[in-house]
């Protein structure tokens, strides 16, 4: 059984659910507020930050640690063995990284201007960004890439459906892909009900000058 401490929003905590889902591999998840981290998780986790998986008496620290951690452990591997491949894999998972603390950068940002210049770079960034296939399989898990690409595209989509959230393009194929995606099970499965609400009330807030996090 694996253990997985995350806060309810976080989208590299995301990661590793959508995997854990996608593989069917046992698992709980446990959930701790970051701004009151149990003395426990200030033991066990090296950097202070969720995820972190417990696992008999192994920790792993890090969403992509994690993921590959999982691979190997359950299942068939979704994910490249060959050491040029994984490095491969971390540079294609770089680019979504970084597009994920753009996407912070853009909710919290405290003028238009600021905002709109965000919006562009996150635009420059989703170019980058090299699909593992055009649609996801129909006949197994997502790959470690695609499970990290699933939160990333919600929270795109969610962006998007706050109206007064100003435009951005994201390419047409990742659009298409995420249409697909998003309606795998494991793409809802891996949040907590009340987190699209949560977080869109928190982005209309922060629009209308709100500043605390959500
Ligand atoms: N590179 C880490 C990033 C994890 C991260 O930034 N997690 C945030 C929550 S989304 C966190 O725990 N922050 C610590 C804090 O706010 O005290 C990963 O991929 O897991």
């Known amino acids: 059984m694996f253990r997985l401490v995350a806060q309810d929003l976080c989208p ?76 491969g894999l971390r540079a294609r998972l770089a680019v979504l990284s970084e597009a994920m603390a753009i996407v912070w950068s853009a909710c919290i940002a405290t003028s238009d201007q600021a905002r709109d210049a965000e919006l562009r770079r996150l635009e420059s960034s989703l170019g980058r960004i090299t699909l593992s296939r055009p649609r996801p399989s129909d006949h197994g898990p997502l790959d470690l890439f695609e499970c990290a690409l699933v939160p990333l595209g919600l929270r795109l989509r969610w962006m998007a459906g706050v109206t007064t959230f100003p435009a951005f393009d994201v390419p047409p194929a990742l659009d298409a892909w995420l249409d697909v995606a998003l309606e795998r099970p494991s793409a809802t499965t891996s949040l907590p009900p009340h987190v699209r609400d949560k977080f869109e009330a928190w982005l209309r807030s922060r629009l209308s000058s709100g500043t605390q996090a959500p």
Not at 16 to 36: G, M, N, S
Not at 66 to 74: G, L, P
């Open 12 to 87: 590299y905590a995301q990661r590793c659910r959508v995997l854990l889902e996608e593989k069917r591999a046992p698992y709980v998840t446990e959930y701790i507020q970051l701004d009151q981290k149990p003395a426990w998780f200030a033991k066990l986790a090296p950097t202070g930050t969720v995820p972190l998986l417990v696992h008999g008496d192994v920790v792993v620290d890090g969403s992509l640690a994690i993921n590959e951690y999982v691979d190997a452990h359950w299942g068939e591997p979704t994910g490249p063995n060959a050491p040029d491949a994984i490095e």
